[in-house]
């Protein structure tokens, strides 16, 4: 089993900036984490779940949804099996429950029903 918890969300002000991070544990992480494809996710309430970004495993490429290209960066520190999401210019309509989410892939895997492991969300509140 993985364990994906996140964690930097918060309330910020519309161009303002958050990173989040996400850290994985458990005992199908050692040694594999660094091929792990890796996502963030998030949902805002009365919509459906949305790719905002991924990663492939091994450092692969990564993929932005056209909503943030620009905006936020994916990240991986590999030697401390965590994920960040950068994430700059915040606007309204970037508010939502954001999540992390991990397969055991080298695939760059941008549909939710891809993933196998899933955090438990952390919300982030754009607002003036």
């Known amino acids: 089993q993985l364990q994906l918890v996140e964690s930097g969300g918060g309330t910020v002000q519309p161009g303002g900036t958050l990173r989040l991070s996400c850290a994985a544990s458990g005992r199908s992480l050692d040694p594999t984490w660094e091929y792990y494809a890796i996502g963030w996710f998030r949902q805002a309430p009365g919509k459906e779940r949305e790719g905002v970004s991924c990663?492939?495993?091994?450092?692969?490429?990564?993929h932005y949804a056209d909503s943030v290209r620009g905006r936020f960066t994916i990240s991986r520190d590999n030697a401390n099996n965590t994920l960040y999401l950068q994430m700059n210019s915040l606007q309204p309509d970037d508010a939502a429950v954001y999540y992390c989410a991990a397969r055991n892939s080298l695939n760059v895997l941008t549909q939710a029903n891809e993933y196998d492991y899933w955090g438990q969300g952390t919300q982030v509140t754009v607002s003036s």
């Open positions: 990663i492939a495993g091994s450092g692969g490429s990564a």
